[in-house]
């Protein structure tokens, strides 16, 4: 985990912790759009943060590759945007829908469970990616 946040090609040390500021901007411009009736009350609410606290860094190892290397997960619940990302989410739910997107590697083991005829042929690509 030191080797990732201290590539200073990715991350960049900062002073002072942003959030308080972050959070207050995004209150304010989310008071605007619930009062000019872009989003609703409920909208508002999940939206709109409280408390917020900054994302936090962990790794976990990846047990089924040799060495064991660490995936880096970023865990943004509680941060000022979190409950933005909640709100859009379900707003845009209905363009998800798709026969090309799959909702977990549980329905994509499903939906290849069902492939029959000249579809048996096709190759499927898995990327492994280091860091997003």
Do not use: C, W
Request: proline share 4%; glycine share 4%; charged share 25%.
């Amino acid at each position: 985990m030191n080797a990732i946040v201290n590539d200073t090609a990715t991350f960049k040390q900062i002073t002072d912790d942003p959030t308080m500021n972050k959070e207050d901007k995004l209150v304010r411009f989310l008071l605007k759009l619930h009062e000019r009736g872009f989003i609703s009350d409920k909208e508002y609410k999940l939206a709109r943060p409280v408390g917020s606290r900054f994302a936090r860094l962990y790794g976990l190892p990846k047990v089924h590759k040799p060495n064991r290397p660490i995936r880096s997960i970023l865990s943004s619940i509680k941060t000022f945007n979190y409950g933005l990302g909640l709100m859009l989410a379900k707003r845009l739910a209905h363009l998800r829908s798709s026969a090309s997107m799959v909702k977990d590697s549980f329905e994509f083991a499903n939906t290849v469970k069902s492939f029959s005829g000249s579809q048996l042929n096709l190759r499927m690509i898995s990327f492994d990616v280091k860091n997003l």
